[in-house]
């Protein structure tokens, strides 16, 4: 959606709204006491009194509960969760499923003029999404026009100063709550339901003034799909009390908890649900719940903090926070703190979808016992009392569903407080971001980014061109090419370039372009500008990441979008960039293609478009190159040809349409070596273990169009055939999970099943009738077998690790690096053998992701990494040592290892007692990507240190087995959608499964 919104007439203000600006109570809480004292219910006749005594029987202890929540208001006409469910929220033993809670929420519209509900999407599995509006009727009957408001409020280059002062005298800040993204986090849906109730109904002042100030906007369940499968397994677990609880193991469709990960990539329905309502309602505050952490954590973090965001912005979600910790331990609550948990840096969680706005977002995590029982819990971890938590939460303590629900709904009730009592600063606030937004590119700059048009891989360009659109981020277009001084990096200070020199340093990096060359951009180059309202999301998801070694950590360091993507792209300091002639880029035109000829040969660029070629056409003929082709215009190996006949052009023409490739028509075939790019039977196996890091596999084929198997350790078990279902067969990251425990599965006992049942009807994505069994002996020696007929088995991370710890890449080994510090970091990897088909399309290096493990090494001979320093005496440090009284003998130089023999050469000395130990070359592992040997040419963006534990060892290998192949990932090639400047290492792969001997065994030198 486009920021700027039609001419909002301020005519159609309704007089509510200009009421508005009139000034309001005071919308603080009243003070109360510093002791909470509850009161008796029988001095209340405005309280629905049963639903108080209940509460207060849910509810542990006076000590978890607060004057905001320890009563209900009655109503004459809004029905109560209890008198719309038979329960009240947070009763013991009762969790509601995601359609029920939407009911009431339906219910509660259908009684009340002062809620609203809509929809907002659907899941992956075709569930609903509501957003539910709550304010006075006035405003109700008028949001459009607030939302008109809060839209022209976030694009200071469409509305006048005098205006934006006018419309925030008027607005009404909307306050946007998510709850049960999380699905074992289970209280925020039962607590948003009584709240929405209580802002409805209740007619106290905190509540009158919050009603009349702030549009509270809520999202009960942001993972539907995961929420009724967890309302499941509860009904499972109450219904057979003495077998264990299936675990989780499935949440959304395709992930579970990292489906808060998401923020950058927008795979997942969900997220992209919840941009759209950002997008569409421009609200000042996302407030995300969630309940891992005792008993209220109140999200700041402790550091490193994003750099990119407005220092307004943090100082915004601290008083926040310090305001909510101080308020509800004055009422008495134990544990409620911030600061000390989760960092603050990645952009990557759904509540940045506030943050990237010119919101404020945060979280909160209370205290869940997963099961809606009452549950004797201890606390450890979180326990001590610190600077930032002097009144920690209790060690021990028994704790219910319903004190979950006292805790979150209090600290919401003071958030919405404290907006009532500031509606202006909010709005204004927002204002003020967005005019700081705007200023960014002539402050602190940059003045924007520039992704050349004629840089190689024009399908991942036109992609992440539509994802920023997609964030809401304008992207313009070069009219014609433009030439200028980029202006960064800086220019090194004299004094620093001498300290370079005297310390034997190279200036920092020759790949980076000095601040005073001039470059040129061609026309059509995408210009990013800083110079918009969502500037500063926009340079936190391009510029480069720097975080250091000693920094704890919460998640990934480095996610720079052009390296992910493997782009070139440009930071611009030079304010002349936002002086070229642009206009605005609106998503892809269709390609103009005329095939003429009786063949075309296509660019190969390493880009997701050649595998949307691929999986288009599946009844054309692709041939891909073998060797060049030489001639006027050679070509690399790796190119892709298609002959073209009557019956094929159209279908070829169409399918080129939609795509950005590069291609030439051609008047014959050249005579060249080449073979079809194959469209083999690939499965995607999971474990019972942990689904989710696979999840983002199936995303990235399926967004590819890639047709797989699904397929589970439990079902290759049963299978001695493989070979003859599939042609590969990719064993994606299986998160902590160690080989023997992805062999062996979970620990015997009483079957856990996940299935589809009356009782558990959305139990899903795969089935078993017991979790417990693992991919077992039989299950290895099938996948072996399946390899050794000429299948490709693709693993990653932990199962590379499995695949070498259980012997099916032999030579290969996994070691130690204690001082390697690289979480979730972009790192430069090069490819050291372009013979592989693997290789296909790509230049000399790659950003790759890699989070620090595993780290391989070939061979089977070890051998000192460096020659001993030479000993004391005569000459230099570099002369030889001469012994004396004797003729001098020099040590002969050691070999220098051929192709394939780096790991693999014999002993110099006494040769034939190790030669039964060397296997052929052959059946050697081939490295086809490593890290630079130079350690200080490894980081791109992100995080690392101990580099030279890392430089020069394999980051892809191919294992070969049999007449088939294991290939190994040290990076993770295909990681929370965002990095598909890796995916070729991948589908290059498998469209290329029964040709990766092609250049094996090398040639000699
Ligand atoms: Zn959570």
Redesign the pocket.
Known sequence: MNSRLPVLCSLLIPAALVAAGSPQPAAAPAPQPATYAVQPIDAHPEWDAEYTRLIRDATTGPQFMTDLVDHLPASATAPTPKKFLGYIAGAPDHLTYAEDVHAYMRALETASPRVKVFTIGKTEEGREMIAVAIADEATIASLDAYRQIAAKLSDPRATSEEEAQRLIAQGKPIYYLTGA??SP?TGSPEMLMELAYRLAVADTPTIAAIRSNVITLITPVLEVDGRDRMVDVVRWQEANPSGGVPPLVYWGHYVAHDNNRDTIGLGLAMTRNVLQVSLDWHPQVIHDL???IPFLYISTGTGPYNAWLDPLVIDEFTRMADLEVQELTRRGLPGVWTHGFYDGWAPSYLFWIGLGHNAIGRFYETFGNHVPSTEERVVRRFGDRAWFRPNPPLPAVKWSLRNNVNYQQSGVLLALADMASRRAHFLEQYWTLGKRSVAKARTEGPAAYVFDAGQKRQGQLRDLMSLLRAHGIEVQVADKPFTLKPGWPPAVPKQAERDEKRNGKDKADKTAQPADDTVTFGAGSFVVRMDQPLSRLADTLLDTQYVRGDERVYDDTGWTLGYTRNLESTRIVNQEVLTVPMHPWNGPAPASVSLKGAAIAIENTADTDLVRLRTALPRVRLLVTEEEIKGARSRPAGTVLVPVDDASRTAVTQALASLSLRVEALDSLPAVKTHELALPRVAVLHTWLSTQDEGWYRLALEDLKLPYSYISTQSVAKDSELRASYDVIIFPPVGRSSSQDIVNGLPPGPPLPWKKTPLTPNLGVDQTDDMRPGLGIAGLANIKRFVEDGGLLITVQETARWAVDYGLARWVRVIETPKLKAAGSILRAAFVDRTSPVAYGYDETLPVYFDGSPVFKVGVFDRPERDSQRPSGRGGKDDPDVPQGRPFIPTPERPTPGPGEEGFQLPEDLRIFYEPYLPRIEDRPRVIVAFPKEADKILLSGMLEGAEEISGKPVVIDAPLGKGHVLLFANNPMWRVNTQGSYALVTNAILNFDHLGLGWPPAKK
């Open positions: 993204m999380h986090e969630h309940e891992s």
